[in-house]
């Protein structure tokens, strides 16, 4: 029996990379990696949407920053408020 699901596409990248010490220097090119993998995560929506109150650590294509900002902006009770977030 084959496994449908769609698996995380950082499933077998360096976790540490996700959690980069800081956002500048030379974090910012940890954080840039880290955020080409969650562009092709086929669960990037959800992952965003569940991570959405992480203090640390990039997740769905988001520093703490962004996602700060994108709580700030947007109601999370709405689904569709993820569907247009575009990791920058
Ligand atoms: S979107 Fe989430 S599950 Fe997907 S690669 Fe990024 S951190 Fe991993």
Known sequence: MSDTKPQA???SADPELFFPIGESGP?????E???AICNGCP???RCL???LN???GVFGGTTPEQRRRLRAG???ADPSAFQS???A
């Open 85 to 87: 977030w575009t990791p």
């Open 33 to 35: 990696h880290a955020k």
């Open 43 to 45: 669960i990037r929506e």
């Open 9 to 11: 596409a950082c499933a």
């Open 74 to 76: 947007r109601s999370t």
């Open 27 to 31: 974090a910012l090119l940890q954080i």
């Open 49 to 51: 949407r569940d991570h």
């Open 54 to 56: 992480e203090a640390h």
